[in-house]
């Protein structure tokens, strides 16, 4: 055997006297050797981000630390390194691809020039040769137009060309180690499947050994040759790929693996014949880029010619890949973006076009629950505020307001003393619930959800779409759910209506799409989903995997 790249023993991580525990890491020992990808799984929280940030020689110190333990990366030391050192060895050795590269990426330099300015720091190239060399890797990561993209900035791309490009800077140096923080976690699962098959490829291709860092068992599934599993800093259960997820020992491996959504749909609680809440006819919706110099405006259309209609009690699920149009429906829905043509009609009005006085009434009719809670919730603000707040503005007497806001805390399975605090103070899935409880403050027939769980741990995630599927029985809600992931849109969703390009290409219920999909998109989409051979039928598959941890 291979002596490994990566050496970790017995590491301890301190956090802060005011946490709320001692260690974010516990006495992690596990090795990554050449040509293998590591995966660590755990919910946020269980101190897999800080591992590898030590790995990284990234920690927050002094209020988060090593106390003790050792980093060994090809025989040095990483955990007493000095810090030219560690400057050194990032990058050239050791490389990481960070989860959200819109903020790993400096915005006011393109994308050619980063990639440069990592291969100057360490290569004595002339100039030519270092811009040669970036090519190359934006060809290898399968980037279009490579000489475009050199010359494009961070936000001229999409989310999967900026990932590609991060991963082009991490192996600008051929790195004997490779990390990887949850670096497909909001990709659409198209481009998820592209990234995943892009590092297995290129890691076989250098002998790089990969420690790669996700909560998504389907990634899990799809690339790892050894699996572990991190609970509140402690190495829970480590193996082999077919050992952890085929036979987990561990309790909490085993809930992991129930929490995961299959790709079996729900039965259908809801036949099509009811009355229909929600009407869209022909929207369309066209945006103009800005005017470059000595260059014309252009035209984006990004939904075209869109029509569905929604039942009372119905969830219909839109799925697509990133630009596809989803999210500009619902906010055209929602009144948020103004219209370029076709009507959105409820009960017979209709309210494409509409805006301030005219809108305010259906505004009442119909609330969203937004992708990043933390970013919608005024952090100024406390909760109960946060959730009064529609109430009031739509006339309720304030004692009457708060008093409901404590009420749908309880509702959406929050302590109602939590009303005091402010949005910081809680966990990603406690936001959620919370954007949940504000959307329902002023009991509205329509729920309009935009990726409400995309960034979520498996378990918490599970949480929150029970959560959602028992408020539309309990209170007869219509949804749409907008979703990039086909597994949660099995878990929610009556009806699936697949988008591409800003238009529907099909549109059925949920178990005729999955079982028998009628479009060639619609099939991609579904191959595409990680992990889909794992969470077939058979001995030793997902299924039998969650029946076991059931039971």
Request: hydrophobic content about 40%; charged content about 25%.
């Amino acid at each position: 055997m291979s002596a490994p790249i990566l050496s970790i023993r017995d590491l301890n991580i301190a956090l802060p006297p005011t946490a709320d525990r001692p260690l974010a890491v516990e006495g992690l020992s596990l090795d990554v050797l050449p040509n293998e990808i590591v995966c660590i799984v755990g919910e946020s929280g269980s101190g897999k981000t800080m591992a590898i940030r030590a790995v990284m020689g990234l920690l927050p110190v002094p209020r988060v630390r090593l106390s003790g333990g050792s980093i060994m990366l090809d025989g040095e030391d990483i955990a007493r390194m000095a810090p030219q050192r560690l400057r050194e060895i990032r990058g050239s050795s050791v490389a990481m691809i960070f989860q959200e590269p819109m903020t790993a990426l400096n915005p006011l330099m393109t994308v050619g020039l980063q990639v440069d300015e990592m291969i100057r720091t360490h290569r004595d190239w002339p100039r030519s040769e270092r811009r040669a060399e970036c090519l190359s890797l934006f060809e290898k990561v399968r980037l279009p137009n490579p000489a475009e993209i050199y010359h494009a900035y961070p936000h001229q791309l999409s989310g999967g060309q900026r990932q590609r490009c991060i991963i082009a800077m991490a192996l600008a140096l051929r790195p004997r180690l490779l990390v990887a923080d949850e670096p497909t976690t909001a990709l659409d699962v198209t481009t998820q499947a592209k990234i995943l098959s892009l590092i297995r490829d290129l890691q076989r291709e250098s002998g790089t050994g990969v420690l790669f860092i996700t909560h998504d068992f389907g990634v899990v599934a799809e690339i790892a040759d050894r699996v572990g599993v991190m609970r509140e800093g402690v190495l829970v259960e480590f193996g082999t790929r077919e050992e952890v997820l085929s036979n987990p020992q561990h309790a909490y491996t085993r809930r992991l693996i129930a929490a995961v959504p299959s790709l079996s749909p729900r039965p259908r609680t809801k036949l099509t014949g009811g009355p229909v809440v929600l009407a869209v006819d022909g929207l369309s919706k066209s945006f103009n880029t800005g005017r470059r110099l000595f260059g014309r405006a252009r035209q984006v259309d990004a939904v075209r010619q869109v029509s569905f209609e929604v039942h009372r009690g119905e969830t219909l699920g839109i799925v697509g890949e990133s630009g596809s149009g989803k999210t500009t429906t619902a906010r055209c829905v929602m009144g948020l973006e103004t219209t370029s043509g076709g009507r959105i009609t409820i009960d017979g009005e209709n309210i494409a076009g509409l805006s301030g006085a005219k809108l305010k009434p259906y505004r009442r009719r119909m609330q969203m629950i937004f992708q990043d809670p933390f970013e919608s919730l005024n952090p100024r603000f406390r909760v109960d505020r946060i959730i009064a707040e529609a109430p009031l503005r739509f006339g309720a007497p304030r004692k009457e307001a708060f008093r409901k806001a404590a009420e749908l805390l309880e509702l959406v399975g929050l302590d109602p003393g939590a009303a005091r605090r402010f949005p910081h103070e809680f966990s990603g899935g406690q936001r959620q619930r919370i954007g949940i409880a504000r959307a329902l403050a002023v009991e509205p027939e329509i729920v309009v959800a935009d990726e409400p769980v995309s960034a979520l741990d498996v378990s918490v995630q599970a949480q929150i779409l029970e959560l959602l599927d028992e408020l539309r029985k309990r209170l007869d809600l219509t949804m749409i759910f907008i979703t990039h992931d086909l597994r949660v849109a099995a878990a929610v969703c009556d009806r699936i209506a697949v988008m591409r390009h800003g238009q529907i290409v099909e549109c059925a219920p949920a178990v005729d799409l999955f079982s028998d999909p009628q479009h060639d998109y619609t099939r991609e989409l579904l191959l595409a989903v990680p992990g889909r051979d794992w969470m077939a039928d058979g001995a030793g598959s997902f299924k039998q995997a969650k029946r076991q941890a059931v039971e």
